[in-house]
């Protein structure tokens, strides 16, 4: 019987923090131009299994409403994610389990929680996004491979950032008109020099 409750024991009070859970969180181009795949990764003691959803519920233009699932999953770390950049990792410090700030804080650049490296990566995908700092919430993770790390916490909400580039902006007519002003302006200048001369 002594054995029987050990094992319990352990298992109860061991398990949540022997099993896998997410350490990374990042963003990646999925192709398209607003076309964003958040992922969360994993040190894994064991296969992991693809669960839960997000949803982005605000964001710099509008307050999205569109629920992703995830539906990607590879032990490769995906391409684009660069740690310290667009990948990163919980918090190590004194407060909560691992998290120096709050609980949901991945904000490292590099793995200092003292835990084993990404193995499965989990990943969904936004569409037709501006860029800019939106808010997402997770939710359905009950697996313990997908739990937040530093609450141990299978729900959370957390920052995304996406960085937009120019992609050739066209200068207003005003602009133009007074840039064709200043060439004129530049080449009467030239003139008088070159006849003064």
């Not at 923090?17 to 963003?27: D, K, L, N, R």
């Not at 964001?59 to 699932?69: K, M």
């Not at 691992?98 to 969904?124: E, H, I, K, R």
């Not at 957390?158 to 960085?163: A, K, R, S």
């Amino acid at each position: 019987m002594k054995k029987i409750i050990a094992v319990v024991f352990l298992t109860v009070f061991i398990s949540p923090f022997a099993a896998a859970h997410t350490i990374s969180v990042g963003s990646s181009s999925a192709g398209a131009p607003g076309s964003v795949t958040l992922w969360l990764g994993t040190y894994s003691h064991g296969a992991g299994r693809i669960q839960g959803s997000v949803q982005l519920i605000a964001g710099p233009c509008c307050t999205p409403s569109g629920v992703e699932a995830f539906g990607l999953l590879t032990t490769t770390k995906p391409t684009g994610l660069v740690d310290g950049d667009n990948n990163f990792y919980a918090d190590a410090g004194a407060g909560g389990a691992f998290g120096s700030l709050p609980s949901d804080s991945y904000n490292q650049p590099t793995n200092t929680v003292g835990l084993g490296a990404v193995v499965n990566w989990q990943g969904a995908t936004f569409t037709g996004l501006t860029a800019g700092l939106y808010t997402y919430q997770i939710s359905g993770m009950t697996l313990a491979n997908w739990n937040n790390v530093n609450s141990f916490d299978p729900n959370w909400t957390g920052t995304l950032l996406i960085t937009g580039t120019s992609t050739g902006e066209v200068p207003e007519p005003g602009i133009l008109a007074l840039f064709g002003i200043g060439l004129a302006g530049l080449g009467v200048i030239g003139r008088r020099r070159r006849r003064a001369a």
